[in-house]
């Protein structure tokens, strides 16, 4: 089982990797072993989350996640399959924990009165050098 939070561990089973070319530079080893790591997780079968979990991940990365709910993460940094793979599973826990965190609310403060009473001090003050700066009105009288 990979730990993702305290509540949530997914099964390694659940986990399908595959292997292809990497890209960029590396000589002639690049072209000949498939280092590259592709990790498939699929979120909405996954027996291991609830529904809730499941909808919050979904929500959180639609951009990694395919239409079948499938969440796709990529590694290619290192020169070893294994390594890449380690590099692949440690993403996606980190992407799972990101998505199931849940965000603080906001407790909204009060404005403490003095900081009113300056800022609309301020205004008047700006409001009365406005003023000063006006053409001062002729009398024909």
């Known amino acids: 089982m990979i730990e993702i ?16 070319r990497s890209s960029g530079p590396g000589g002639q080893h690049v072209n000949t072993s498939s280092t590259r790591v592709t990790l498939r997780f699929d979120v909405r079968s996954s027996p291991n989350l609830t529904d809730a979990q499941k909808e919050r991940i979904l929500a959180k990365l639609p951009t990694r996640i395919s239409k079948e709910g ?29 998505a199931l965190r849940r965000e603080r609310r906001r ?3 009060r ?17 009365r050098r406005k003023r000063a700066r006006e053409r001062p009105e002729l009398d024909d009288a």
């Open 107 to 109: 407790k909204p403060s």
């Open 70 to 98: 499938v969440l796709l993460v990529s590694a290619q940094q290192r020169r070893s399959q294994a390594a890449n793979r380690e590099l692949a599973q440690a993403r996606l826990v980190e992407l799972l924990r990101g």
């Open 111 to 127: 404005v403490p009165e003095a900081e009113k009473r300056r800022r609309l001090e301020e205004k008047r003050r700006h409001g």
């Open 5 to 20: 939070t305290r509540d949530v561990a997914i099964g390694e089973e659940e986990l399908q990797f595959s292997a292809s």
